[in-house]
């Protein structure tokens, strides 16, 4: 429904993509569903039609695929496509360029996750692709995750991934990891 009335206003939209437990691709904001659904657990620990059980915030609603909200959207406002990559799998990318390939509209694509822009940069260069970034080893006690989130945080894979923008958390916006941006020839922007 949000989707359907951004839409009718005209109006763009970014939206987080993700993988079911059976590879099909929903929109969805969290790793977990917790917050959106009052349920336990991933998204990728449920398939489709277990995920379509739940509903959104106390309504209605229930979690779209990307094909559904292509669909409604049909080409009409622009898009902003966040791959969800709490996993390092780039079936996410496959899956979700094949739908974009034959999406009409305007879109970009970005990510907190490297893999989804060095995806892009080797498979489709042509589409426009943005690194997600912001203070982010404070996050999680996870050692390993602490030194992706600190490569990231300091924009360090964005010499292999070469991204057209940075879409950097603006609270942090100012230091000197996002001031870099401009040194790769990539446009910075903030994100709220």
């Known amino acids: 429904a949000a989707f359907r009335k951004a839409v009718e206003a005209g109006y763009g939209m970014e939206m ?4 079911t437990k059976d590879d099909k691709l929903v929109v969805f904001p969290d790793a977990t569903l917790k917050r959106m659904c009052g349920v336990e657990g991933y998204v ?22 990307f094909e559904e909200v292509l669909n409604v959207v049909g080409g009409k406002t622009p898009l902003i496509v966040e791959y969800k990559m709490d996993r390092p799998l780039t ?6 360029d094949e739908l974009l390939q034959n999406y009409s509209g305007a879109y970009c694509i970005e990510s907190f996750h490297p893999f989804a822009l060095m995806w892009y940069k080797k ?3 042509e589409v426009l692709r943005g690194q ?10 996870d ?8 490569l990231v945080s300091y924009l360090l894979t964005n010499v292999l991934t070469r991204p057209d923008f940075i879409a950097y958390d603006h609270w942090y916006v100012n230091n000197n990891s ?4 401009k040194a790769l020839g990539a446009m910075s922007i903030a994100y709220t």
């Open 16 to 19: 987080d993509i993700q993988l």
């Open 44 to 65: 990728w620990d449920y398939t489709l039609e277990e995920l379509q059980q739940f509903r959104l915030a106390n309504s209605e609603q229930t979690i779209p695929t």
């Open 91 to 96: 079936k996410v990318c496959v899956l979700g």
């Open 123 to 125: 498979h489709r260069p």
């Open 132 to 141: 997600l970034s912001g203070n982010l080893s404070k996050e999680t006690s």
């Open 143 to 150: 050692k390993k995750k602490k030194v992706i989130y600190s």
């Open 178 to 181: 996002s001031r870099g941006c």
